[in-house]
């Protein structure tokens, strides 16, 4: 069965006795199961590969009517996430196999991927979860007080130390687990994130700390990790934090890469943060997505064929407005009514700035591409406003307002605009850099950094013209 490849695909077969073995805490595990409303004569056991599943074994059922059991005993089996189910969507249970001797299921069919897994570690791997999930909020009113105190401009040693406090808590928590439980260890290292506020000395920025210290406490070289899907799922977070970062590419792929290089390769582990990394910059429209896309195919595309062709069709849906190539076309109605398009301004450095009267980030990033366009726009430099706006007259209000002398062009469709369909743009303020010929430069810039970029290239342009 083949689902979204951001999801989990079943293929393959994996014998019991093809497991790759090493002493465990129970060198016999038994796996018992309560099974009602189910109309299945078997029921199956995989075990995770990357964003795969691959089946370990087919169970027969003790059924009566729509009751059933089964109980089976295995032998030294590798700790970690293994799937227990029939393989159909929504009827498939995550069960932590290989660190109590006896695991018990309790579930319907039709709800099974709720099924109650018991077993101390099952019981202490959701504590686990739960506890992150909690830590998790308490994080975000903490970076929502520093914030607010940031903009009121008042002392930040209080909730600075709330942060160092915070982080103290989470330490101490992994440190406790790994004293106990070294593999569940791994599932709190790959959610704990130390805070900038407390931990960031010594780094650049808060982008520089984030790249750099996002997965610093986990050890990569555990095989645990390899039946982990907590991983793929962490890469996805670690790549859609970076594509938010006002960072260029090929810097957000550098801390990417430092990591993705940490785990041993070829493996299960590192297929899933492969796969991760792709669909988190595919969530931020970022080309990081094709790059992994790529490496995934070049090393595992043999692996699981199915797979394979669904990326490689989502790649080609994509490909077109990837940094590189020529960009997409767009033509639209001017504030007076006219038909301009992109193409028309060929021949200049073209910054192409969507924003919308409504978006109070596009609007305070204004003064500073004004700033931008009279110091560069007689050196080759020109800008087309592409609006998400719905309302003609506030569009022109805010073109007015803000004192923005350059091309504009809306639909008026807002978030339907096809102009924002054709570069799958989900936030505002988005931008590109399309360089003369109507090649796509960067992607995704602001503030000093497109400038900085802006004024790099247009030296490059004018050392160029200057050697002819």
Request: proline share 4%.
């Amino acid at each position: 069965m083949l689902i979204q490849w951001r999801s989990l695909v079943l293929i393959g077969t994996l014998l019991l006795s093809g497991w790759s073995l090493s002493a465990q805490p129970f060198d016999k595990i038994l796996l018992q199961g309560q099974l009602t409303e189910w109309d299945e004569d078997t029921i199956r056991l995989f075990i995770p590969d990357g964003v795969s599943l691959r089946p370990v074994t087919n169970m027969v059922l003790n059924r009566t009517d729509r009751k059933a059991q089964f109980a089976v005993s295995f032998n030294k089996v590798p700790p970690g996430i293994y799937f227990l189910g029939t393989g159909k969507p929504g009827q498939s249970c995550q069960v932590l196999l290989g660190l109590d001797s006896v695991v018990q299921v309790v579930g319907t069919q039709a709800q099974f991927a709720q099924a109650r897994v018991i077993s101390p570690k099952n019981a202490r791997y959701q504590q686990i979860l739960s506890q992150y999930n909690s830590w998790q909020q308490e994080f975000k009113r903490l970076l929502n007080g520093y914030r607010t105190a940031l903009a009121r401009k008042t002392p930040l040693d209080g909730i600075k130390g709330q942060f160092e406090a915070f982080d103290k808590k989470q330490l101490d928590f992994v440190e406790s687990l790994r004293q106990t439980d070294p593999q569940l260890a791994q599932v709190a290292a790959l959610r704990t994130y130390l805070s900038y506020q407390s931990q960031g000395e010594g780094y650049q920025d808060e982008a520089d700390y984030l790249g750099k210290t996002y997965f610093q406490l986990v050890d990569f070289q555990d095989p645990f990790l390899n039946r982990l899907p907590l991983l793929h799922e962490s890469f996805k977070g670690f790549a859609s934090n970076l594509g938010g970062l006002n960072l260029f590419q090929r810097e957000k792929q550098a801390y990417a890469d430092m990591w993705l290089n940490a785990i041993p390769q070829p493996s299960s582990a590192h297929k899933a943060a492969l796969l991760g990394l792709a669909a988190g910059f595919r969530k931020r429209n970022e080309d990081g997505f094709a790059h992994y896309i790529n490496r995934y195919l070049e090393q595992y595309g043999n692996d699981n064929p199915l797979l394979s062709n669904q990326l490689r069709k989502e790649y080609q849906t994509l490909a077109f407005r990837l940094i590189g190539e020529e960009a997409p076309d767009l033509k639209f109605p001017t504030p007076e009514g006219d038909s301009l398009a992109m193409s028309d301004l060929r021949g200049k450095l073209l910054l192409v700035d969507f924003w919308a009267s409504w978006c109070g980030p596009c609007r305070r990033e204004n003064p500073r591409v004004k700033a931008m366009y009279d110091k560069y726009k007689d050196q080759g430099f020109e800008i087309l406003g592409v609006s998400l706006d719905n309302n003609h007259g506030r569009w022109v209000q805010a073109i007015k307002a803000d004192q923005l002398p350059w091309y504009h062009i809306s639909d008026l469709k807002q978030w339907r605009s096809a102009a924002a369909r054709t570069y799958g743009v989900g936030s505002i303020p988005f931008t590109l850099l399309v360089d003369e010929e109507g090649r796509i430069l960067e992607k995704g810039l602001r503030g000093a950094k497109l400038e900085a970029r802006v004024a790099e290239i247009l030296a490059e342009q004018a050392t160029a013209g200057d050697s002819k």
